[in-house]
């Protein structure tokens, strides 16, 4: 069975600094990976997909087969970036949710 | 254009009654989903349409709940005989394509049985 863990459920850094929100997955065959974000009041919303290696908003997560992992990535964080950030596996139509790390970016 | 919309927003129930939880999709999209996600958890996969197919139910909890979308478009996912444990937010997403590479969601449901 697919499993994803977010390590981190709470993440806090100042503006300006360098964020990474950990992504595991257990899944032996190829993955299609995930981010997804949730702000205040809002409903969940994709960020970005590691099949088209694209920078959202400044985040990248590059996927490491070896590790396992599909970590986010932004150099310089927001506050407006203060989210929830879920990682998701898609296999054959059924994604498989993190718990998701909530993100605090203090001024 | 409109998003994926859902109804009720909230919903309260006392235990034993059976409740229907309604998706309307964005027009177009094929794929359709609901996840049930508990406090503090993710959304967690209950079962997935393309068209009026169903074609994964292996989320559903157990044969008290029942989905369906029998025209392609509306979704309604049925609890019969709530239990507290059934208590949580009901999401619904939608997809352009057969492969889901981008879904959107609904705002949720959020069910509570008393």
């Known amino acids: 069975a697919q499993r994803v863990t977010q390590p981190e459920k709470l993440l806090s850094v100042f503006k300006g600094a360098p964020v990474e929100l950990k992504c595991n997955y257990s899944?032996?065959?190829?993955?299609?990976l995930f981010w997804y974000v949730q702000y205040s009041r809002q409903r969940l919303q994709l960020l970005l997909r590691?099949?088209s290696r694209e920078s959202i908003k400044g985040f990248t997560a590059d996927l490491n087969k070896g590790e396992t992992s599909f970590h986010l990535k932004k150099p310089f964080a927001q506050e407006e970036d203060s989210a929830m950030y879920y990682c998701?596996?898609?296999?054959?139509?059924?994604?498989?949710f993190g718990d998701g790390t909530t993100l605090t970016v203090k001024p | 254009g409109a998003g994926v919309s859902q109804s009720p927003r909230y919903k309260v129930a006392k235990r034993g009654q059976d409740v229907a939880l309604r998706c309307d999709p964005i027009?177009?999209?094929?794929?359709l989903f609901w996840y049930q996600q508990a406090l503090g958890q993710g959304p967690e996969f209950l079962t997935y349409?393309?068209?009026?197919?169903?074609?994964?139910k292996s989320g559903l909890p157990s044969d008290r709940f029942f989905a369906e979308r029998p025209e392609g478009s509306v979704s309604t996912l049925k609890i019969q005989r709530t239990q507290q444990e059934d208590s949580a937010v009901y999401l619904c997403?939608?997809?352009?394509?057969?492969?889901?590479?981008?879904?959107?969601f609904g705002p949720g449901t959020r069910l509570t049985v008393t």
């Open positions: 590691h099949i």
């Open positions: 998701a596996l898609l296999v054959a139509g059924k994604s498989t």
């Open positions: 997403a939608s997809s352009l394509s057969q492969v889901p590479y981008e879904q959107y």
């Open positions: 349409f393309q068209n009026e197919a169903q074609l994964d």
């Open positions: 027009s177009g999209h094929v794929s």
């Open positions: 899944y032996s065959g190829s993955p299609e």
